[in-house]
């Protein structure tokens, strides 16, 4: 199978595109290695994704229409994973513009071209913020998501309405996935997990937020990258609703579109996951609230 992937210098993407090489496939990344995070570890996620035969690396924004066509003529996909995106809450507050540009501008532009290029499978990564202000304990994917929090929240919701819209215009089969945490190895620096260890390796109180009672739902990247492979050979078609005990399918009424959760299930208190980093790295944490 061809693949073009979004993202590919990212974590989750990084991970995915090496799975499916190792299985053989092509892939074509298509990554801005941008500097919201160290750059030297995005190009080193690359350097090893290089050493397989069936990679191409694109380096180029999402904002950039021609780039993407380009990437787009030069693969040939059979199945377009986009998964590059303006990251993290906190950063939305100072630079909200980079949000719109990349998660709303970036991601039209990825459905222009899906438009074009007629895969068999569109597969976007939106995220489990756009349930906002819902407070229901486990999300499920027909919870209401139309109160987001964040400007990353309502940019990605953003790109779930246009990515409906546009399965129901061009007849895209569309899976949007709501990735919850993910953690694992050669991940985001900026993620809890690896700002806990930092702090407390170099002796630095953790801010705890609140209370400490807000929960997480923590989900290995392996896992996340499992379920996304999965997901590539069940595009969604109109009138084809998944029937099966205890399944309730998300597919859309007027669209081949769907929205699926990507989450271990088991939400972690904040407090008792700083309890377990403090375990795993042998030392007390002086917490800040």
Known sequence: MRYLITGTAGFIGFHLARRLLSEGHSVTGFDGLTPYYDVALKQRRHAILADYPGFVPIVGMLEDRA??????EL??????????????????????????????????????LARQLRPA????????????????ELFREADRADEPLSIYAATKKSMEAMAHSYA??????????RFFTVYGPWGRPD???????????????????GDGSMTRDFTYVDDVVEAVVRLTSVAP????RMVAPGVVDTLSRQAPFRTVNVGG?????????????????????????
């Open 67 to 72: 780039a993407l066509e380009q990437a787009g």
């Open 75 to 112: 693969a040939r996909p059979d199945i377009i994973i986009h998964l590059a995106a303006q990251a993290g809450v906190r950063y939305g507050l100072e630079n909200p513009g980079s949000y719109v540009q990349s998660n709303v501008v970036g991601s039209w532009n990825v459905l222009e």
């Open 121 to 136: 499978h569109l597969m976007l990564a939106s995220t489990s913020s756009v349930y906002g202000a819902n407070d229901t």
């Open 168 to 177: 129901h215009l061009h007849k895209i089969p569309t899976t949007a996935m």
């Open 191 to 209: 993620m809890a997990l690896f700002k806990f260890v930092d702090a407390l390796l170099n002796d630095r109180p953790i801010d705890i937020y």
């Open 237 to 240: 078609e109109e009138a084809n």
């Open 265 to 289: 299930g088991q939400p972690v208190v904040l407090m008792r996951f700083v309890e377990m980093v403090e375990a795993a790295v042998g030392r007390p944490a002086k917490r800040q609230m």
